[in-house]
């Protein structure tokens, strides 16, 4: 896990982050003139379930879990230490998710920061302005809302890994083609939503897959997509051959 | 005894040309067995079928009496060390040396038996791995395999880039550890470096 926060990807993140929370904070305050908070723009990027640039940003380290030790060769030292290729990968996605999951939290704290420099304001001060939903939602709701963003950024970093380790020793083309393929799908899904309000298959993608207006089922879809991408990546891990040559 | 075995090994990486056509070796608790060989012969990919992480495409292997391809875990009792391992950049070869003893099951005494590794080696283990030299970075390699008293070591040209002292330290810890009545397996160019603590040269050719 240590090594995790010690990567160049993870800084480069960071650095997006603030950024991200610049530009918000830059946006509300052009927009808005009451004063708007940097906690309260920070909770609409982890709490709003329509909103993705988070898990999708995240899915930018995945390349982490076992590219970036492929191509160092450690990958190479851990099996050469007895390690059983499908556990480590198995024990690499536990380590990771949990990086992850103190990453969304790292976000929310970057994030308001940057805004609350930019705006002035660093309470939850003009969260009706920033985002009503939220506003309007009871505290259930929005620690809910909180963990299926967490849950929605699990599985995109689980397809990201798994999309990875297809091309191993290739840095960001498995993250960007995770990211370009989710982006389509969800482009496609809308336009189809669009056409067919009414039908139930539509209805069910969007509620449970995309968590748009999430059900109990939806918590389940995202823990079996999580399952299944976690167990292809091991048996991908399995199956990866050895370069005659590593780092 | 028996300690590795390695029988009919056939390998080519897949559309390549064969790498490794039925070779056979058989080495024996106690024994230093050098494999000798021209540069692209096989000798790096032969080590690393041997220690289970290349699948050989026909024959088989046992290392202390066990495959290591379906029992990985019998790498823990081994030392290996081979062509491109490598150690996480941003750690210093102590964490590195550290980090991966206890995932070869080392958790007590890690730190003290490295620390004396330390003082023989005579190097700045502190040093981060990516600013280390390359002979530093095969040190900490090399001292990986023996903290953890492996009961076989499995090395790819272990002198490669060290100076003549360490190069003595090498030569030191090698008898101590042949002594000990423990096998050792290495690849490379130079068998006379070790002189009389080899046991049995093989010689491995580039396939035409």
């Known amino acids: 896990m240590k090594i995790l926060f010690k990567q160049k990807q993870w800084v480069a993140i960071q650095a997006i982050l603030v950024i991200l929370g610049v530009i918000s904070g830059l946006a509300i305050k052009a927009e808005f003139k009451e004063p708007a908070g940097g906690l309260a723009i920070g909770l609409h990027f982890i709490a709003d379930t329509h909103e993705y640039i988070t898990p999708i940003l995240f899915i930018l380290l995945s390349d982490l879990v076992f590219n970036v030790e492929y191509i160092q060769g450690t990958f190479l030292t851990h099996l050469t230490c007895g390690q059983n290729r499908k556990v480590w990968m198995l024990k690499k996605s536990v380590s990771f998710y949990v990086f992850v999951l103190l990453q969304f939290f790292i976000t929310f704290i970057l994030v308001s920061l940057a805004a609350g420099m930019i705006t002035g304001h660093f309470g939850l001060q003009g969260l009706k302005g920033v985002d009503e939903t939220l506003y309007n939602m009871k505290t259930i709701e929005l620690v809910r809302g909180i963990g299926l963003n967490i849950l929605r950024t699990f599985m995109f970093v689980s397809l990201g890994v798994f999309v990875s380790a297809l091309i191993p020793g290739k840095l960001v083309i498995g993250s960007v083609t995770s990211i370009g393929a989710i982006s389509i799908m969800m482009m496609i899904t809308q336009s189809l939503y669009q056409v067919y309000k009414n039908n139930k298959v539509m209805d069910f993608v969007i509620h449970n897959i995309y968590f748009e207006n999430p059900t109990k089922f939806a918590w389940i879809c995202g823990i079996l997509w999580l399952i299944v991408f976690t167990l292809l990546s091991m048996e991908r891990v399995k199956r990866v051959e050895i370069a005659s040559r590593g780092a | ?208």
């Open chain 2, 1 to 208: 005894m028996t300690e590795v075995l390695m029988e009919k090994v056939t390998f080519y990486f897949p559309k390549g040309p064969k790498i490794v056509e039925d070779f056979s070796l058989e080495v024996e608790k106690g024994e230093f067995l050098y494999i000798v060989g021209p540069n692209g012969s096989g000798k790096s990919t032969i080590l690393r079928i041997l220690c289970g992480v290349v699948p050989p495409k026909k024959g088989s292997v046992e290392i202390l009496g066990k495959n290591p391809l379906k029992n990985p875990e019998v790498l823990k009792q081994a030392g290996v060390t081979v062509d491109g391992m490598g150690f996480y950049s941003e750690l210093s070869l102590r964490e590195n040396v550290l980090i991966f003893a206890k995932e070869k099951g080392m958790n007590n005494g890690a730190e003290k038996t490295l620390d004396n590794y330390i003082k023989i080696w005579d190097i700045d283990f502190n040093t981060k791995y990516k600013r280390g030299s390359h002979g530093m970075r095969r040190i900490a390699q090399l001292t990986l395999s023996l903290i953890t008293d492996s009961q076989v070591l499995i090395w790819d040209e272990p002198d490669l880039a060290l100076d003549e002292k360490r190069q003595e330290v090498l030569l030191n810890l090698l008898k101590d550890y042949k002594s000990k009545g423990k096998t050792i397996i290495i690849a490379g160019i130079s068998p006379d470096f070790y002189g009389d603590l080899v046991d049995k040269t093989v010689h491995k050719e580039v396939i035409v």
